[in-house]
């Protein structure tokens, strides 16, 4: 550094001597402005190689290379490593957006839907077809047809158990694994879904009734029915013409109890309990295992510290993403306004950094008011100075040109500091596009 002709096919190819000549000129420019404003070789000579390299193409009457131009000038290597790196943001994107999703899932339990039992008494072998839930909106929310089908054979796996009543909220507080007096069926086999079921579409299965209960549940069997008891994740939305939970996943199944229809009567109830006090088998102390306990926390705090360092990368990408398309769109509206090289330059560097963004996106529209809000007031003030001009293509005249442009740009150049030897080379390198 400084640049001579010699060093310019290093960065250009086909260039005139004249054009040669014009980029050494610009460049050079640029480096020793960059360097004066605190800038390194390192940072300062690219930025000065592409800006000279932009003047000489607009002289000559050629457009600015788009990004996808430049990036074919680049060379196989170059673009498989921009590839690559855009590749990595796409998927760590998609990462982040699923991860989004899965976080805004709530944990809901699906319990208090009664389902009517399917027979009125019990077979020899012990067992009765129950019907354990079916489709549409219920309690905890909406059970669409295929979540159905596709978790209930899973999740309602044979031995699952069915208890006497759902548990109170004193029960579950102080016995969660529930009481063996209360144990009154299993599973046969696994749910099957079945869309032609006996009492509609629905999940039924096979119950097999321990010996204790058999009666009660024959007596009783008008006024019973089963409910489930499962954990499940949903999230809001609408089904039917309804707002609610949407269930989208059954993760497990506790019980399928055996409870009263909704209203029955008081008579209905005390034959209910009076079963259940027939059966008085005593609990058996279960003891939570601390250590697993410990291991699910600890699983569980990984898991969220995880996900919070995925929210941070992507967004750190999504910024990046966005100030890209940002610098591309403001040298494609400045691209469409005639005026000198190095202002653009300069305007596409100030601009870049302000996007208008809403929700997260590039508001282009007015973006695009801001940027040209910006270009039309530098050409303004420009030629107020000089006294005439305006913004071509943008409703105006042609921009200041010859003397009065160099002392237009003289000018500027003083009042940014700069001094009168300065100015006046500054100004001849912007007036001319370094001729």
């Given at each position: 550094?400084?640049?001579?002709?010699?060093?310019?096919?290093?960065?250009?190819?086909g260039?005139?001597?004249?054009?040669?000549?014009?980029?050494?000129?610009?460049?050079?420019?640029?480096?020793?402005?960059?360097?004066?404003?605190?800038?390194?070789?390192?940072?300062c000579?690219?930025?000065?190689?592409?800006?000279?390299?932009?003047?000489?193409?607009?002289?000559?009457?050629?457009?600015?290379?788009?990004y996808?131009?430049?990036?074919?000038?680049?060379?196989?290597?170059?673009?498989?490593?921009?590839?690559?790196?855009?590749?990595?943001?796409?998927?760590?994107?998609?990462?982040?957006?699923?991860?989004?999703?899965?976080?805004?899932?709530?944990?809901?339990?699906?319990?208090?839907?009664?389902?009517p039992?399917?027979?009125?008494?019990?077979?020899?072998?012990?067992?009765?077809?129950?019907?354990?839930?079916?489709?549409?909106?219920g309690?905890?929310?909406?059970?669409?047809?295929?979540?159905?089908?596709?978790?209930g054979?899973k999740?309602?796996?044979?031995?699952?158990?069915?208890?006497?009543?759902?548990?109170?909220?004193t029960?579950?507080?102080?016995?969660?694994e529930?009481?063996l007096?209360?144990?009154?069926?299993?599973?046969?086999?696994?749910?099957e879904?079945?869309?032609?079921?006996?009492?509609?579409?629905?999940?039924?299965?096979?119950?097999?009734?321990?010996?204790?209960?058999?009666?009660?549940?024959?007596?009783?069997?008008?006024?019973?029915?089963?409910?489930?008891?499962?954990?499940?994740?949903?999230?809001?939305?609408?089904?039917?013409?309804?707002?609610?939970?949407?269930?989208e996943?059954?993760?497990?199944?506790?019980?399928?109890?055996?409870?009263?229809?909704?209203?029955?009567?008081?008579?209905?109830?005390?034959?209910?309990?009076?079963?259940?006090?027939?059966v008085?088998?005593?609990?058996?102390?279960?003891?939570?295992?601390?250590?697993?306990?410990?291991?699910?926390?600890?699983?569980n705090?990984?898991?969220?510290?995880?996900?919070?360092?995925?929210k941070?990368?992507?967004?750190?990408?999504?910024?990046?993403?966005?100030?890209?398309?940002?610098r591309?769109?403001?040298?494609?509206?400045?691209?469409?306004?005639?005026?000198?090289?190095?202002?653009?330059?300069?305007?596409?560097?100030a601009?870049?950094?302000?996007?208008?963004?809403?929700?997260g996106?590039?508001?282009?529209?007015?973006?695009?008011?801001?940027?040209?809000?910006?270009?039309?007031?530098?050409i303004?003030?420009?030629?107020?100075?000089?006294?005439?001009g305006?913004?071509k293509?943008?409703?105006?005249?042609?921009?200041?040109?010859?003397?009065?442009?160099?002392?237009?740009?003289?000018?500027?150049?003083?009042?940014?500091?700069?001094?009168?030897?300065?100015?006046?080379?500054?100004?001849?390198?912007a007036?001319t596009?370094?001729?």
């Amino acid at each position: 550094m400084p640049w001579t002709v010699a060093d310019v096919e290093d960065h250009v190819k086909g260039l005139t001597d004249k054009q040669k000549q014009r980029w050494v000129a610009v460049a050079n420019s640029v480096l020793a402005q960059c360097l004066e404003d605190g800038g390194t070789d390192e940072t300062c000579a690219p930025k000065a190689i592409k800006q000279a390299s932009g003047v000489v193409k607009e002289a000559e009457g050629g457009e600015m290379p788009t990004y996808e131009t430049w990036i074919e000038e680049q060379g196989a290597d170059v673009r498989e490593m921009l590839d690559a790196h855009t590749q990595g943001l796409r998927s760590a994107l998609q990462k982040e957006r699923e991860a989004r999703k899965a976080a805004e899932r709530r944990d809901v339990d699906l319990a208090g839907d009664f389902v009517p039992l399917v027979e009125k008494s019990i077979r020899l072998d012990g067992t009765a077809p129950v019907k354990l839930i079916q489709p549409g909106w219920g309690t905890s929310g909406y059970y669409g047809p295929g979540l159905l089908e596709r978790d209930g054979p899973k999740v309602f796996a044979q031995g699952t158990k069915m208890y006497w009543n759902h548990p109170t909220a004193t029960e579950e507080r102080e016995r969660p694994e529930r009481s063996l007096r209360d144990l009154a069926a299993e599973l046969a086999g696994p749910a099957e879904w079945r869309a032609d079921g006996p009492t509609g579409p629905g999940l039924y299965a096979d119950a097999h009734v321990f010996g204790p209960f058999r009666d009660a549940v024959n007596e009783l069997a008008p006024h019973i029915g089963v409910s489930i008891r499962a954990m499940g994740k949903a999230n809001k939305g609408q089904a039917e013409g309804r707002e609610g939970n949407i269930i989208e996943e059954i993760v497990s199944a506790q019980s399928v109890d055996f409870v009263t229809e909704p209203g029955a009567g008081g008579r209905v109830l005390q034959l209910f309990e009076s079963a259940r006090r027939d059966v008085a088998p005593e609990p058996q102390e279960v003891k939570v295992n601390e250590q697993e306990a410990q291991a699910l926390r600890d699983a569980n705090a990984q898991l969220t510290t995880e996900l919070e360092a995925a929210k941070a990368e992507a967004q750190r990408l999504n910024e990046a993403l966005l100030l890209r398309e940002a610098r591309d769109f403001v040298a494609s509206t400045l691209g469409a306004i005639e005026m000198p090289a190095m202002t653009r330059e300069r305007l596409v560097e100030a601009l870049a950094g302000k996007p208008v963004v809403v929700d997260g996106a590039l508001d282009k529209d007015a973006y695009k008011v801001a940027i040209e809000t910006a270009a039309s007031g530098e050409i303004a003030y420009l030629a107020k100075i000089v006294g005439s001009g305006a913004i071509k293509g943008m409703g105006g005249e042609t921009p200041p040109t010859g003397v009065n442009l160099i002392e237009t740009y003289k000018t500027y150049y003083l009042q940014q500091g700069r001094s009168l030897a300065e100015a006046e080379k500054l100004a001849a390198l912007a007036a001319t596009g370094g001729k």
